[in-house]
Every structure is written in structure tokens, then in C-alpha cells.
């Protein structure tokens, strides 16, 4: 036998034989436990169900005359409602026992039932008691208002009999009786009128008791305790009203007649048969009768049925009792078989357990826990031999195989080792080379990074570089232009003529190329962006073919223009990017050009909804493009071979710029060419058409109205110029101002003198003009803290202005200020409204622009809105300034005074508004902000004051500062 036969053979006869009696035992007790909980779980329920049944029983026979009493419809619903609740509950409560208990129910079920129809015809009976009794008291009422008025017309016959008794008692009695003649016949007459006077009082007395005696008969109709009672007050009513019906027979008044015998009809309708109200009452005392014993039915069903339930509840209790004691009984002599059982069993495991466990198994277990202890603290020396054939034997016979296996093992754990030795040498040297080579690696990407951003930083400065330069050889160039056009005006030999004549076309060869190199550095230094605006199509046209014919015509060249009349006019576009394409290839073609002509057409076709497809094609008789020119022309610095620049000069950029501005337009810009015939552009754009007005109204001149009522107007501006400007606009609307520098100042002047109107600057130096303005407001003195205050700033964000005009001032006007604008802030203050902001147009829109246009464009404003003399006063005064300005800047960098450094800043970008300069502006107001490292951006501004002060010296050379025509209405 083996191990395990063995050691199941112990196991079934140890644990199987007490477990045998425990189970027996355990059946036993289990059949016996599920007898009892059966018989609990069934009656406990069972005589809790029943002993609520008879306490809703009782609630029943308690509620049930509430109910036959109740008098309002709506109480009764809800209680009907309640009680057949209670007997619906009750049916399924009783139909859940059924399933459980069978026919102990049935009886309890039909008392339920018996109650539940009882309580209905109740409710019936009820309803229609309440039903009756409410018009019984309805047509009670209506009768006893009937007879009260019958009662009161009957007061008045009476009182109306006996004014007439009394009459003719006092009136002819007394002229017959007082006279010297009594006639006895007249006196006869007279007792039979008295007669019948008093005989119409007494009916009129008669008929009065008898309507309050039938008054009082329908008061006591309801309280008829019987058929009897009621059959009499009928009786007495018809006979009552019988002598109340002859006596309004007797009544004399026609009217009181007619109305009296109106309200017999009425009280005779009380006991018409078929709709009187005695049948009514009739009908409610039976209605009563019913209810009382329908009522006494349901309480004695209810106590019926309470007693049913209580019986049933005993006969169940009874029963769990002897079920419960059934059961003790035969548990108790369970435990006694299950008891002696396990102890016959117990006796049984113990000698299987010394005679077969000792002996078989657990001796030789101890033996080879030995051996294995043994191999377990390293003693492999120790061989184990295998006794026997059962599971004990296998086990050992495997132990002493491990400890061969062991001593392999360690055999090989010692080679093992040797060869880890051996690759961890390996693995060292080849960590130290991976270093080696990843540290020369992330020398070379350093290398790579750091001449990356070299090159990045000598592109900018290139850049920058040129656009300096180009300008600050452009100043003396002028200069050197101007002198030799001064000459050839003078009185020369013919020696001297052509060599001024060659120096000034030199001169003109060298500026156009300084030109050129200036807007494509401008052009890769900042990127093209395009601002779009209303333009005449015309006007663009003939202004480009008025500048090229003056050059075209000395060379003997005719310049062409083929626009046709009926094309659209006023398109939306960057008028500027293309009047320098169209410059540009107009120029190239003449350049190119000997002889022949040069023809700029214009063609024009629908693209789409209010889109028009313009072509620009500009052809000329020159010396052609070559087919592998074609490629490069477009490329910067590139001609069609070195010969072109020596022959006819130029940087190799104008087509490049030309290219780069059509393409931020998203026009096509080609080239067909011959050579030896000629050459055609071709510039292809979509553009959209514009209103006319647009262009009209940019066109015309903007008219100020000198204003009916001068203004005494305070101008706290810290700039100089701005105060200029200022100072112009408004006296030229016809107002007086005083100009102040700083915020204390306006406040101390505003303590002496009062003025209509400030205009606030919100950056001041010291105080700034938000916190001034709060002051003015929170003074105690009304007048003044009522002024009417104008911001002004440049910062034109929502929330910026919402917190301006929050604090106190009362209208807002955007920087540079628009003299229009001005006006329009004035009158709005004036006339009291609050909270108008007026941004002003004029504001910079592209940094892309030409700085000589854009200053020239401020000129023209300006000479527009403040005169030619005032223009170039404030122009000078900004020349004069700048440079110092810088010069303050650079110092209190140097001093590290930041809030002299921001004041400065904030100065200077006043003045640079007036001219939209938007790329130094930019750089001033970071300076002001705070936004980022002062010293690059000072440095910028340092590079770029030289470059505005040649940019506005141009455009004053471009621009005729001389007075015109005044466009200002000058109205009283």
C-alpha cells in the first residue's frame, strides 16, 4: 500500500467516521430546525396580520359614523376615500394569508367584503343627503326671503289702513259733529266708511301674521324629526297660506297687488306637488333613516370581523405553541444518537491514528527532514539511501538526486564566476570609449548651435546695418543732388555743362540704387504686410504714368496709358504695394527701352460677387529677356548678365521687391519676352470693389467749424509738440487754452482759475491724469469738480478706456488727435453726454510701410488741419527735439533711474504719434511698460532717431510747406 492510500485509508477512518455521526446528527437537527422556522415564519406572520385586522376593524367602526354625519362633499370624498382605503387593504392582506392558511380565511374574506359594499351604498346614501339637504336649505331660504317681504309690504298696508282710519276719524268726524246741524244720515255713512277701514286693517293685520306664521313653518322644515311631524307642518302651511292668498285679494294698491300676489306664486311653489320642499325633506329623512342603518351594518361587520380575526389569531398562536414544544422534544433527543455517535467514532480515529500514522509515516518523515537539513546548511558529503517502494522512498531517492545536482551546480557556479570577472573588464573599457565619443559629440552640436545663432545675429545686423547706412548716405546725396541741379541752372561752359550733367546722373544712378537696397532690406528684415483701403483705379493710373512721362518724354520716349473709361473705378487694396509694383516695372521698361514706346494697359474682368480680376500689363520695345534669364530675374541682386549692370546700372532688386509685395497680395506677377522686340509684365491681382464715397470723402479736405461759443480750454499734456498741436487745433476752432506740463501744476492752477473744459493726458510725468482726474472729481468745491475732463492717450484697449472714463473723464480721444475728432469730444461734452470715445484713423497700421511716406502723409494732414506755417514749426521743433530726447533716454539708462526713464519714454512716444512712426513707438512703449530688458531696446532707439531724422528731412524736401487756400469756415 502506498503512501497515499495510507494516509487516505487514516484520513476517511479519523476525520470520517466523527463527521459520519456529526452529519447524521446534523440532518437530524437540521429536518427539525426548518419544522420549526417553518411553523414560525408562517404563524408569527399569520397572527401579526390578523391582529391588525381587527385594529383596522376597530378604526373602521370608529370612522363609519363620522362619515354618516359628515355635511361637506369634498370632507366626505376624502373620508370615503379613506375608509374604503383601509377595506381594500384589508381584502389584500386577507387574499396574501389565503395562499398560506386556505379556507381559516374565506369567512374573514367575505365579512371584508360585506363591509367594503356597506360602506359604498353608505357613501351613495350620504352624497346624496349632502346633495338634498343643500337645495332644501337653497329653496328654505328663497321662501323665507319671500315671506320676510311679504311681511314687510303687509307692515306697510297696515301702517297706510291706519294713517287712513285715523283721517277720516279726525277730519270728518269732527266737521259733522262741530257744525250746528248733526245729520244723522251722513254720520251713518260715515260709520261705514270707518267700518270698512278698519275692517281693510284688520285683513291687513291678518295678512301680516299669517306671512310670518308661514316664515316660521319653512324655518322649522329641516328640524322635522319624522314623516308625521312634517305630513302636519305641510297641512298647516297649505291652510296658512290660503288666508294669506285672500288676503292679498283684499290689498288695494294695484301695485302692491300685483307684486304681493308675485310672491304667493313663490311661496305656493313650496308645496306644489312633485317639487315641494316638503317631498325634499321627506326624501332626506328617509335618506337619514338609511344612512343610520347602513351605519349600524358596517359597525357591527367591522366588530364582526374584529372578533373573526382575534379567533384566528388564538387558533394560531395555540398552534406555534405545541409546534414549538413538537420540536424540543425531538431536538433534545437528537443531540442524545448525534452525542453518542461521535464518541464511538472519536475511540475509533485514536488506535487507527497510534498504529498506522506512527509506525508508517511520520517515523520515516523525521529521517528525511534530517537528510534534507543536512543539504540545507551546505553538507553534501551526507548520501541518502531509499528504504522501501511508497511516496516516503521516491522522496528520498529525489533528495539524493538534488544533492548530485548541488554538487554540479557548485562546480559550475565557480566557472561562472571567473567568466563574469573576465566581461565585466570588457564592459568598463567599452563605457569609457562610448563616453569619449558622446562628449566630442555634444562639443560639435554646441559647436553647430553657436554658429547658428552667430550667423542668425550677422543676418540682423546686416540688415539693420544697411537700412542705417542706406539712409545716412541718403542725406548727403541729396544735398549733392540739389547743388549740381543748382548749377546746371547757372551760366556754364559747354565742358562744364556735361560734366555737371554727368555727375547728376551718377548721382541719381547711385541714389536709386541706395534705394533699392534700403526697401529690400526693410522687406527681409520685417516681412510684407498688407493693409487694405478704398482707391481710385484712375487716380493710381494717371498718378504713375504723371511721374514716369516727365523722364520718358527727356529721353524722347513716349509712356502710354490704355485705361478704359467704363472699367470700375474704386476698388479695396493696398494702393501702396501696387503703386510701387507698377512703379517699379514701368521704371525697369523704360530703362530698358531706347527706342519705341512704353504702354501701361489695364484690363479688367468679373471674378465673383462684387470682385473684379484686374490685369496690369506693361509692355515696352526694349532689348528683351533672354529664356534663361527668365528663372532668376525675380531673384534679388540678379540681372540678365553683369553687362546689364554696366551699361545700365541698377541693384538687381526692383523686380525681387516687386515679386515679394505681389505675392502678400496674392496677384500672379509674369514676364513674356522676346528678345530683340520687347518685353510684357503682366501683374494679375483679385481686388474688391469699393463705395466711390469712400474715396470722396478721403479726398476731400476735413473743414473745421470755428465754434459759436468760445471755450477757456486747459491742456495738461507734457509733451511740447503735443502741446503745439493742441494749441493750434483749438485756437483755430476759435477756443482759448492754457498748456501745462504735469498734473500738479493743473491742480494748483485749477484752485485760482476755472476753465470749461480739460484735456487730460492720462501718462504724465509724476501724477498721471487718471489720478488727477480723481481728485478734480472728489474736490470739494462742485464748480470745479464738475468740469468736463477729455482723456487723451494713446492706449486704445477696451479695458484701458473703461477704466479712464470709470474714473472720472467724461470723453475719450485716441492718439494721435484728429482735429475732427477734437471737435466732436467738445461739442459732446459740452451738450452733457458722458462716455464718447473717438479712435482716431490715423492710427499706424503696417510697419511695413515706408517711414518718408508715412511721414509725408502726416505732413500733409497737418499742413491740412493746422496751416503750412504751424505744420513746419511743429516739424522743426520735432527735429530740434528728438536727438535730445535720445539723449535723456541713453542718460538715465546710464543713471538706472527707471521712473525718469519711463517719463522720457512716455514723452517721446507723444511726439513720435503725431507722425504714426509705429516701429519706434512700439519700442517706446515697451520701454514704458516695462516689457523686457531696457538696455536692447534703448540701444534699438539709439539705431533708429538717425533713421527718422533723414526719413523726415526727405519728406519735408517732398512736401510744400506754403500756405493754400484756408478750407476752415470761419461761421460768427
Not at 563574469?420 to 570588457?426: P, T, V
Not at 547757372?490 to 547711385?510: K, M, P, V
Amino acid at each position: 500500500m502506498g503512501l497515499r492510500a495510507k494516509l487516505l485509508f487514516a484520513f476517511v477512518l479519523i476525520a470520517g467516521l466523527p463527521t459520519l455521526a456529526g452529519l447524521m446528527g446534523l440532518v437530524e437537527l437540521r429536518s427539525l430546525a426548518i419544522r420549526q422556522s417553518d411553523v414560525i415564519s408562517q404563524t408569527i406572520p399569520d397572527i401579526g396580520d390578523m391582529r391588525g385586522i381587527a385594529e383596522e376593524s376597530t378604526s373602521i367602526v370608529a370612522i363609519a359614523p363620522q362619515l354618516a354625519d359628515i355635511a361637506n362633499q369634498n370632507e366626505r370624498e376624502d373620508l370615503s376615500k379613506d375608509l374604503l382605503a383601509q377595506v381594500d387593504a384589508l381584502s389584500r392582506r386577507l387574499g396574501r394569508l389565503r395562499e398560506t392558511r386556505g379556507t381559516d380565511i374565506v369567512g374573514l374574506q367575505g365579512t371584508v367584503a360585506r363591509i367594503g359594499a356597506a360602506l359604498e351604498r353608505l357613501d351613495r346614501l350620504v352624497a346624496q343627503r349632502i346633495t338634498a339637504d343643500t337645495l332644501a336649505d337653497d329653496r328654505a331660504h328663497a321662501a323665507l326671503d319671500v315671506t320676510n317681504t311679504l311681511v314687510d309690504m303687509a307692515d306697510t298696508l297696515v301702517a297706510n289702513a291706519e294713517m287712513g282710519t285715523t283721517a277720516v276719524v279726525s277730519s270728518l268726524y269732527g266737521d259733522v259733529v262741530s257744525g250746528p246741524d248733526v245729520n244723522d244720515t251722513l254720520l251713518d255713512t260715515l260709520d261705514k266708511l270707518l267700518e270698512v277701514d278698519l275692517f281693510q286693517l284688520g285683513l291687513m293685520y291678518e295678512l301680516r301674521s299669517r306671512a310670518a306664521e308661514l316664515g316660521l313653518l319653512v324655518s322649522r322644515i329641516d328640524g322635522a324629526a319624522d314623516i308625521a311631524e312634517l305630513d302636519a307642518m305641510e297641512a298647516a302651511f297649505e291652510q296658512g297660506l290660503a288666508v294669506v292668498s285672500r288676503r292679498i285679494d283684499a290689498i288695494r294698491d294695484p301695485g302692491r297687488l300685483a307684486l304681493a300676489r308675485s310672491y304667493l306664486l313663490q311661496l305656493q311653489a313650496v308645496s306644489q306637488p312633485g317639487a315641494s320642499l316638503f317631498e325634499l325633506q321627506r326624501s332626506i329623512i328617509e335618506t337619514r333613516a338609511g344612512i343610520e342603518a347602513l351605519k349600524r351594518e358596517v359597525q357591527a361587520q367591522a366588530r364582526l370581523l374584529a372578533d373573526e380575526a382575534a379567533a384566528v389569531a388564538d387558533g394560531l398562536q395555540r398552534l406555534a405553541v405545541q409546534s414549538a414544544d413538537t420540536v424540543a422534544q425531538q431536538m433534545k433527543e437528537a443531540q442524545i444518537r448525534s452525542s453518542m455517535a461521535a464518541l464511538i467514532a472519536l475511540c475509533l480515529a485514536l488506535a487507527v491514528l497510534w498504529f498506522l500514522v506512527r509506525g508508517r509515516i511520520t517515523r520515516p518523515l523525521d529521517q528525511l527532514y534530517e537528510n534534507m537539513t543536512a543539504l540545507a546548511t551546505g553538507n553534501l558529503d551526507r548520501e541518502i539511501r531509499s528504504r522501501g517502494n511508497d511516496e516516503i522512498a521516491r522522496m528520498e531517492a529525489a533528495t539524493e538526486q538534488f544533492r548530485q545536482q548541488a554538487i554540479a551546480k557548485r562546480d559550475l557556479e565557480r566557472q561562472r564566476d571567473a567568466t563574469e570577472r573576465e566581461l565585466m573588464a570588457h564592459r568598463t573599457n567599452l563605457e569609457t570609449l562610448v563616453s569619449r565619443q558622446t562628449e566630442a559629440l555634444r562639443k560639435e552640436a554646441s559647436a553647430h548651435e553657436e554658429a547658428r545663432h552667430k550667423a542668425e545675429a550677422a543676418d540682423r545686423a546686416k540688415s539693420e546695418f544697411l537700412a542705417m547706412m542706406s539712409h545716412e548716405i541718403r542725406t548727403p546725396m541729396n544735398g549733392m543732388l540739389g547743388l549740381l541741379r543748382s548749377l546746371s541752372d547757372e551760366s556754364l561752359s559747354l565742358t562744364q555743362a556735361q560734366r555737371i550733367n554727368a555727375a547728376q546722373a551718377s548721382g541719381q544712378n547711385l541714389l536709386q540704387i541706395l534705394n533699392d537696397i534700403l526697401d529690400y532690406s526693410k522687406i527681409e528684415h520685417a516681412g510684407v504686410t498688407v493693409v487694405s483701403a478704398p482707391f481710385s483705379l484712375r487716380s493710381l493710373t494717371d498718378d504713375i504714368v504723371a511721374l514716369i512721362r516727365p523722364g520718358a518724354e527727356a529721353r524722347g520716349l513716349p509712356v502710354l496709358l490704355d485705361h478704359p473709361a467704363e472699367l470700375a473705378d474704386v476698388f479695396i487694396g493696398d494702393v501702396a504695394k501696387l503703386r510701387q509694383i507698377l512703379f517699379n516695372l514701368l521704371s525697369n521698361a523704360l530703362k530698358f527701352t531706347d527706342s519705341g514706346e512704353v504702354i501701361l494697359r489695364v484690363r479688367a474682368s468679373a471674378a465673383g460677387h462684387m470682385r473684379q480680376r484686374v490685369v496690369f500689363e506693361i509692355s515696352d520695345t526694349g532689348r528683351g529677356v533672354s529664356d534663361d534669364a527668365k528663372a532668376r530675374i525675380f531673384e534679388a541682386f540678379e540681372q540678365e548678365h553683369t553687362r546689364i549692370s554696366a551699361q545700365y546700372g541698377g541693384t538687381g532688386l526692383g523686380l525681387a521687391i516687386s515679386k515679394r509685395f505681389a505675392d502678400a497680395l496674392g496677384a500672379r506677377l509674369s514676364l513674356e519676352s522676346t528678345v530683340g522686340v520687347g518685353s510684357v509684365f503682366s501683374l494679375m491681382v483679385e481686388l474688391q470693389e469699393g463705395d466711390p464715397s469712400d474715396v470722396d470723402q478721403m479726398a476731400r479736405p476735413i473743414a473745421l467749424v470755428r465754434a459759436e461759443v468760445p471755450l477757456d480750454v486747459l491742456v495738461v499734456e507734457d509733451n511740447d509738440i503735443n502741446q503745439m498741436v493742441a494749441r493750434a487745433y483749438l485756437e483755430r476752432m476759435g477756443h482759448r487754452c492754457v498748456c501745462l506740463s504735469d498734473a500738479e501744476t493743473a491742480l494748483e492752477r485749477l484752485k485760482t482759475e476755472l476753465f470749461d473744459v480739460i484735456l487730460m493726458d492720462v501718462k504724465l510725468p509724476g501724477m498721471d491724469g487718471v489720478e488727477a482726474t480723481r481728485r478734480i472729481r472728489a474736490d470739494a468745491d462742485p464748480e470745479l469738480a464738475a468740469i468736463p475732463i477729455i482723456g487723451l492717450s494713446a492706449h486704445v484697449q477696451e479695458e484701458q478706456i473703461d477704466a479712464h472714463l470709470a474714473a472720472g473723464m467724461n470723453s475719450f480721444v485716441a492718439k494721435p488727435v484728429a482735429p475732427e475728432r477734437l471737435a466732436m469730444a467738445l461739442d459732446s461734452v459740452m451738450q452733457g453726454r458722458e462716455g464718447a470715445v473717438f479712435l482716431s484713423p490715423r492710427m499706424p497700421k503696417s510697419d511695413a510701410q515706408s517711414r518718408v511716406d508715412v511721414l509725408r502723409r502726416a505732413l500733409d494732414r497737418d499742413k491740412a488741419d493746422l496751416g503750412a506755417e504751424q505744420a513746419a514749426r511743429i516739424a522743426r521743433l520735432f527735429l530740434d527735439r528728438i536727438e535730445t530726447e535720445q539723449a535723456e533716454l541713453v542718460a538715465a539708462l546710464a543713471a538706472e533711474d527707471g521712473a525718469e526713464l519711463r517719463r522720457v519714454a512716455h514723452r517721446m512716444k507723444g511726439s513720435l504719434g503725431n507722425y504714426d512712426l509705429a516701429d519706434a513707438m512700439e519700442i517706446l512703449r515697451r520701454i514704458q511698460d516695462d516689457d523686457g530688458p531696457a538696455e536692447p531696446l534703448v540701444a534699438r532707439m539709439a539705431a533708429l532717431v538717425p533713421l527718422i531724422r533723414v526719413a523726415m528731412q526727405d519728406a519735408l524736401d517732398g512736401v510744400s510747406l506754403t500756405n493754400g487756400p484756408e478750407v476752415m469756415s470761419h461761421e460768427a
